[in-house]
Protein backbone atom coordinates (compact mmCIF):
# COMPACT_ATOMS: atom_id res chain seq x y z
CA UNK A 1 0.00 0.00 0.00
CA UNK A 2 1.75 2.93 -1.09
CA UNK A 3 2.38 5.70 1.95
CA UNK A 4 0.03 8.70 2.28
CA UNK A 5 1.91 11.94 1.06
CA UNK A 6 0.01 14.11 3.71
CA UNK A 7 1.28 11.72 6.88
CA UNK A 8 5.01 11.52 5.54
CA UNK A 9 5.06 15.19 5.25
CA UNK A 10 3.61 15.31 8.36
CA UNK A 11 6.06 13.27 10.28
CA UNK A 12 8.49 15.08 8.74
CA UNK A 13 7.87 18.60 10.18
CA UNK A 14 7.57 16.79 13.66
CA UNK A 15 10.70 15.37 13.49
CA UNK A 16 11.84 18.54 12.08
CA UNK A 17 10.49 20.08 15.42
CA UNK A 18 11.74 17.56 17.79
CA UNK A 19 15.46 18.06 16.12
CA UNK A 20 15.35 22.10 16.69
CA UNK A 21 14.02 21.61 19.81
CA UNK A 22 17.06 19.54 21.01
CA UNK A 23 19.42 22.36 19.23
CA UNK A 24 17.13 24.88 21.31
CA UNK A 25 17.92 22.88 24.45
CA UNK A 26 21.71 22.36 23.81
CA UNK A 27 22.06 26.13 23.72
CA UNK A 28 20.67 26.52 26.55
CA UNK A 29 22.84 24.02 27.96
CA UNK A 30 25.81 24.79 26.77
CA UNK A 31 26.02 28.59 27.55
CA UNK A 32 24.23 28.63 30.79
CA UNK A 33 23.63 24.89 32.11
CA UNK A 34 23.17 26.43 36.04
CA UNK A 35 20.37 29.05 35.36
CA UNK A 36 16.98 28.66 36.54
CA UNK A 37 16.11 28.91 33.01
CA UNK A 38 17.46 26.40 31.74
CA UNK A 39 15.86 23.74 33.59
CA UNK A 40 12.74 24.89 32.53
CA UNK A 41 13.73 25.64 29.38
CA UNK A 42 14.82 22.13 28.90
CA UNK A 43 11.77 20.51 30.39
CA UNK A 44 9.45 22.89 28.31
CA UNK A 45 11.25 21.52 25.13
CA UNK A 46 10.94 18.14 25.95
CA UNK A 47 7.65 18.65 26.28
CA UNK A 48 7.09 20.16 23.44
CA UNK A 49 8.70 17.49 21.70
CA UNK A 50 6.23 14.79 23.82
CA UNK A 51 3.22 16.83 22.41
CA UNK A 52 4.50 16.81 19.13
CA UNK A 53 4.38 13.08 19.02
CA UNK A 54 0.63 12.69 21.36
CA UNK A 55 -0.79 15.22 18.72
CA UNK A 56 -0.01 12.91 15.44
CA UNK A 57 -3.50 12.35 14.22
CA UNK A 58 -2.97 8.91 13.80
CA UNK A 59 -1.35 8.62 17.31
CA UNK A 60 -4.96 10.51 18.89
CA UNK A 61 -7.07 7.77 16.50
CA UNK A 62 -5.75 4.22 17.44
CA UNK A 63 -3.69 4.49 20.84
CA UNK A 64 -5.45 3.62 23.78
CA UNK A 65 -6.45 6.01 26.62
CA UNK A 66 -3.97 4.31 28.83
CA UNK A 67 -1.06 5.26 26.84
CA UNK A 68 -2.37 8.65 25.75
CA UNK A 69 -2.88 9.69 29.25
CA UNK A 70 0.57 10.66 30.18
CA UNK A 71 1.10 12.33 26.83
CA UNK A 72 -1.87 14.51 27.19
CA UNK A 73 -0.78 15.16 30.95
CA UNK A 74 2.54 16.71 29.36
CA UNK A 75 0.95 18.05 26.46
CA UNK A 76 -1.47 20.33 28.72
CA UNK A 77 1.16 20.92 31.63
CA UNK A 78 3.38 22.70 28.50
CA UNK A 79 0.98 25.52 29.37
CA UNK A 80 1.92 26.27 32.61
CA UNK A 81 5.75 25.27 31.85
CA UNK A 82 5.62 28.29 28.95
CA UNK A 83 4.43 30.47 31.62
CA UNK A 84 7.13 29.26 34.19
CA UNK A 85 9.83 29.95 31.27
CA UNK A 86 8.71 33.04 30.58
CA UNK A 87 9.04 34.19 34.20
CA UNK A 88 12.46 32.90 34.51
CA UNK A 89 13.75 34.51 31.10
CA UNK A 90 12.21 37.55 31.69
CA UNK A 91 12.23 38.38 35.31
CA UNK A 92 15.82 39.02 36.68
CA UNK A 93 16.42 37.16 40.35
CA UNK A 94 13.68 34.38 39.77
CA UNK A 95 13.61 31.80 41.47
CA UNK A 96 12.10 28.18 41.15
CA UNK A 97 9.52 27.75 44.46
CA UNK A 98 7.85 24.40 45.27
CA UNK A 99 4.62 26.06 44.53
CA UNK A 100 5.36 26.49 41.04
CA UNK A 101 5.51 22.65 40.82
CA UNK A 102 2.36 22.53 42.59
CA UNK A 103 0.65 24.72 39.90
CA UNK A 104 1.92 22.32 37.01
CA UNK A 105 0.60 19.17 38.84
CA UNK A 106 -2.87 19.73 38.54
CA UNK A 107 -2.79 21.27 35.05
CA UNK A 108 -1.22 18.28 33.84
CA UNK A 109 -3.42 15.83 35.84
CA UNK A 110 -6.54 17.65 33.93
CA UNK A 111 -4.99 16.31 30.68
CA UNK A 112 -4.81 12.34 31.75
CA UNK A 113 -8.12 12.46 33.76
CA UNK A 114 -9.81 13.63 30.70
CA UNK A 115 -8.19 10.19 28.91
CA UNK A 116 -9.23 8.21 31.55
CA UNK A 117 -12.12 9.29 33.14
CA UNK A 118 -13.56 12.04 30.37
CA UNK A 119 -16.09 14.50 32.45
CA UNK A 120 -17.91 17.76 31.13
CA UNK A 121 -15.88 19.69 33.66
CA UNK A 122 -12.43 18.38 32.71
CA UNK A 123 -13.81 18.54 29.17
CA UNK A 124 -13.56 22.39 29.73
CA UNK A 125 -10.68 22.67 31.47
CA UNK A 126 -8.91 20.83 29.08
CA UNK A 127 -9.82 23.61 26.53
CA UNK A 128 -9.76 27.13 28.77
CA UNK A 129 -6.23 26.12 30.86
CA UNK A 130 -4.25 26.65 28.11
CA UNK A 131 -6.09 30.40 27.29
CA UNK A 132 -5.54 31.33 31.16
CA UNK A 133 -1.66 30.53 30.42
CA UNK A 134 -1.24 32.16 27.68
CA UNK A 135 -2.72 35.48 29.25
CA UNK A 136 -0.56 35.19 31.76
CA UNK A 137 2.01 34.60 29.42
CA UNK A 138 1.54 38.03 27.65
CA UNK A 139 0.78 39.84 30.84
CA UNK A 140 4.44 38.73 32.04
CA UNK A 141 5.90 39.61 28.68
CA UNK A 142 4.24 42.71 28.67
CA UNK A 143 4.84 44.00 32.16
CA UNK A 144 7.99 46.08 32.45
CA UNK A 145 8.40 45.85 28.62
CA UNK A 146 9.60 49.55 28.84
CA UNK A 147 11.54 48.66 31.75
CA UNK A 148 13.81 46.49 30.24
CA UNK A 149 17.29 47.30 29.19
CA UNK A 150 18.62 44.31 27.32
CA UNK A 151 17.64 44.71 24.04
CA UNK A 152 17.72 40.77 22.73
CA UNK A 153 15.33 40.24 25.43
CA UNK A 154 12.89 43.15 25.00
CA UNK A 155 12.70 42.27 21.15
CA UNK A 156 11.99 38.62 22.34
CA UNK A 157 8.97 39.35 25.03
CA UNK A 158 7.86 41.11 21.63
CA UNK A 159 7.61 38.38 19.62
CA UNK A 160 6.70 35.38 22.30
CA UNK A 161 3.48 38.10 23.32
CA UNK A 162 2.60 38.27 19.61
CA UNK A 163 3.65 34.21 18.24
CA UNK A 164 3.71 31.99 20.99
CA UNK A 165 0.23 33.38 22.90
CA UNK A 166 -1.40 33.91 19.26
CA UNK A 167 -0.27 30.38 18.49
CA UNK A 168 -1.99 29.07 21.42
CA UNK A 169 -4.78 30.97 21.34
CA UNK A 170 -5.35 30.17 17.51
CA UNK A 171 -5.55 26.12 17.85
CA UNK A 172 -6.97 26.41 21.24
CA UNK A 173 -9.92 27.48 19.19
CA UNK A 174 -9.16 25.10 16.42
CA UNK A 175 -9.69 21.86 18.94
CA UNK A 176 -13.41 23.60 20.70
CA UNK A 177 -14.49 23.64 16.85
CA UNK A 178 -13.17 20.13 16.65
CA UNK A 179 -15.34 16.77 16.51
CA UNK A 180 -14.26 15.55 19.82
CA UNK A 181 -11.27 18.29 19.80
CA UNK A 182 -9.84 16.06 17.77
CA UNK A 183 -7.87 17.71 14.59
CA UNK A 184 -8.08 16.87 10.84
CA UNK A 185 -4.82 16.02 9.60
CA UNK A 186 -4.31 19.31 8.00
CA UNK A 187 -5.12 21.38 11.07
CA UNK A 188 -2.80 19.06 12.69
CA UNK A 189 0.06 19.95 10.46
CA UNK A 190 -0.76 23.37 10.34
CA UNK A 191 -0.06 23.38 14.19
CA UNK A 192 2.88 21.49 13.47
CA UNK A 193 4.22 24.35 11.05
CA UNK A 194 3.14 27.22 12.98
CA UNK A 195 5.09 25.86 16.36
CA UNK A 196 8.10 24.92 14.34
CA UNK A 197 7.95 27.92 12.57
CA UNK A 198 8.37 29.81 16.22
CA UNK A 199 10.98 27.50 17.01
CA UNK A 200 13.32 27.96 14.19
CA UNK A 201 13.14 31.73 14.69
CA UNK A 202 14.29 31.17 17.89
CA UNK A 203 16.83 29.17 17.52
CA UNK A 204 17.80 31.19 14.68
CA UNK A 205 18.02 34.35 17.00
CA UNK A 206 19.88 32.50 19.50
CA UNK A 207 22.55 30.85 17.17
CA UNK A 208 22.93 35.24 16.41
CA UNK A 209 24.39 35.78 19.76
CA UNK A 210 24.44 33.95 23.21
CA UNK A 211 21.72 32.63 25.49
CA UNK A 212 23.69 34.14 28.28
CA UNK A 213 22.89 37.76 26.67
CA UNK A 214 19.27 37.65 27.67
CA UNK A 215 20.17 35.77 31.30
CA UNK A 216 21.74 37.81 34.15
CA UNK A 217 25.63 36.86 34.42
CA UNK A 218 26.28 34.37 36.96
CA UNK A 219 28.31 34.94 40.37
CA UNK A 220 32.18 34.46 39.25
CA UNK A 221 33.63 31.51 40.22
CA UNK A 222 36.64 33.57 41.76
CA UNK A 223 37.21 36.90 42.57
CA UNK A 224 38.57 39.63 40.28
CA UNK A 225 37.63 43.16 38.68
CA UNK A 226 34.33 43.06 37.23
CA UNK A 227 34.28 43.42 32.80
CA UNK A 228 35.49 47.17 31.80
CA UNK A 229 32.53 48.25 29.60
CA UNK A 230 33.26 49.15 26.22
CA UNK A 231 35.11 52.68 25.26
CA UNK A 232 33.26 55.78 25.88
CA UNK A 233 32.77 58.30 23.10
CA UNK A 234 31.95 62.44 23.85
CA UNK A 235 28.72 61.49 23.67
CA UNK A 236 28.61 58.84 26.35
CA UNK A 237 30.62 60.81 28.39
CA UNK A 238 28.23 63.94 28.24
CA UNK A 239 25.51 61.44 28.23
CA UNK A 240 27.00 60.19 31.84
CA UNK A 241 27.77 63.36 33.72
CA UNK A 242 23.94 64.17 32.61
CA UNK A 243 22.49 61.22 33.93
CA UNK A 244 24.53 62.04 37.04
CA UNK A 245 23.66 65.24 37.62
CA UNK A 246 19.69 64.10 36.76
CA UNK A 247 19.73 60.91 39.14
CA UNK A 248 22.34 61.75 41.97
CA UNK A 249 22.32 65.81 42.16
CA UNK A 250 18.67 66.38 41.43
CA UNK A 251 16.88 63.76 42.91
CA UNK A 252 14.80 62.39 39.62
CA UNK A 253 14.76 58.80 41.43
CA UNK A 254 11.62 60.47 43.89
CA UNK A 255 9.52 61.01 41.21
CA UNK A 256 7.16 57.76 41.77
CA UNK A 257 6.98 57.76 38.00
CA UNK A 258 9.88 57.90 36.61
CA UNK A 259 9.93 56.16 33.68
CA UNK A 260 13.15 55.66 30.61
CA UNK A 261 10.59 57.53 28.35
CA UNK A 262 10.47 60.19 31.54
CA UNK A 263 14.38 60.43 31.82
CA UNK A 264 14.99 60.56 28.31
CA UNK A 265 12.92 63.61 27.73
CA UNK A 266 14.62 64.81 30.78
CA UNK A 267 17.48 64.47 29.55
CA UNK A 268 17.12 65.03 25.89
CA UNK A 269 18.45 61.94 24.49
CA UNK A 270 16.90 58.93 22.43
CA UNK A 271 15.56 56.67 24.67
CA UNK A 272 17.59 53.24 23.08
CA UNK A 273 20.77 55.49 23.74
CA UNK A 274 19.55 55.94 27.54
CA UNK A 275 18.76 52.31 27.35
CA UNK A 276 22.08 51.10 25.95
CA UNK A 277 24.10 53.37 28.42
CA UNK A 278 22.45 51.97 32.15
CA UNK A 279 22.82 48.73 30.30
CA UNK A 280 26.63 48.48 28.68
CA UNK A 281 28.29 51.26 30.69
CA UNK A 282 26.24 51.13 34.01
CA UNK A 283 25.74 47.01 34.33
CA UNK A 284 21.77 47.27 34.83
CA UNK A 285 19.34 44.83 33.37
CA UNK A 286 16.42 46.75 34.18
CA UNK A 287 15.53 50.16 34.77
CA UNK A 288 13.36 50.17 37.84
CA UNK A 289 16.97 48.38 39.26
CA UNK A 290 18.65 51.38 38.89
CA UNK A 291 16.30 53.55 40.13
CA UNK A 292 15.45 51.47 42.94
CA UNK A 293 19.24 51.56 43.44
CA UNK A 294 19.08 55.63 44.42
CA UNK A 295 15.76 55.21 46.19
CA UNK A 296 17.27 52.50 48.11
CA UNK A 297 20.75 54.22 48.99
CA UNK A 298 18.64 57.95 50.19
CA UNK A 299 16.24 55.47 52.51
CA UNK A 300 19.22 53.46 54.18
CA UNK A 301 20.99 56.69 54.83
CA UNK A 302 17.88 58.36 55.98
CA UNK A 303 16.94 55.21 58.55
CA UNK A 304 20.53 55.16 59.58
CA UNK A 305 20.59 58.97 60.71
CA UNK A 306 19.21 59.64 64.35
CA UNK A 307 17.68 63.18 64.13
CA UNK A 308 15.32 61.33 61.76
CA UNK A 309 14.41 58.16 64.40
CA UNK A 310 10.80 59.70 65.00
CA UNK A 311 10.25 59.89 61.00
CA UNK A 312 7.75 57.05 59.89
CA UNK A 313 9.15 54.60 57.68
CA UNK A 314 6.28 54.82 55.11
CA UNK A 315 7.02 58.48 54.99
CA UNK A 316 11.09 57.65 54.11
CA UNK A 317 9.81 55.22 51.41
CA UNK A 318 7.13 57.25 50.06
CA UNK A 319 9.93 60.53 50.09
CA UNK A 320 12.29 58.07 48.30
CA UNK A 321 9.96 57.66 45.44
CA UNK A 322 8.11 54.46 46.31
CA UNK A 323 4.69 53.68 45.46
CA UNK A 324 4.00 51.69 48.85
CA UNK A 325 4.95 50.26 51.45
CA UNK A 326 5.16 46.99 50.27
CA UNK A 327 7.62 46.65 47.16
CA UNK A 328 9.65 49.34 49.25
CA UNK A 329 9.89 46.42 52.38
CA UNK A 330 10.13 43.66 49.40
CA UNK A 331 12.93 45.59 47.93
CA UNK A 332 14.75 46.73 51.17
CA UNK A 333 14.96 42.92 52.50
CA UNK A 334 16.25 41.85 49.03
CA UNK A 335 19.18 44.44 49.18
CA UNK A 336 20.09 44.10 52.84
CA UNK A 337 18.81 40.94 54.21
CA UNK A 338 17.04 43.31 56.42
CA UNK A 339 13.29 45.12 56.59
CA UNK A 340 13.72 48.60 57.24
CA UNK A 341 12.60 48.51 60.98
CA UNK A 342 15.44 45.76 61.63
CA UNK A 343 17.82 47.99 59.50
CA UNK A 344 17.00 51.37 61.55
CA UNK A 345 16.89 49.60 64.75
CA UNK A 346 20.90 47.94 64.10
CA UNK A 347 22.17 51.40 62.74
CA UNK A 348 21.21 53.21 65.42
CA UNK A 349 22.06 50.61 68.63
CA UNK A 350 25.02 51.00 66.45
CA UNK A 351 25.51 54.82 66.87
Known amino acids: MAADPVALIDAALRGALVALLSVLSLQFLRDRPRAPTTGIGVLFAAGLALQAIASTPSFEACAPALVQAPLVAVSVGNAALF ?15 PWHGAVWLPVAAVGALQCLWPTPTSLVLLRWLPVLFALLVMANAALRWHGDLVERRRRLRLFIVVAGSAFTLIMVAARL ?29 LARGSVSDLLPAPPPALPGPPPAPPAADATDERLAQALQQAMAAEQAFRDEGLSVASLAARLAVPEYRLRRHINQRLGHRNFNAFVNGFRLDQAQRRLADPAEREL ?8 AGFGSIGPFNRAFKAATGLTPTEFRRQKLADS
Open 177 to 205: SAPHGRLSTPTATLDIVMLLAIVAIVVWR
Open 312 to 319: PVLSIALD
Open 83 to 97: WLFTLALFNDGWRLR
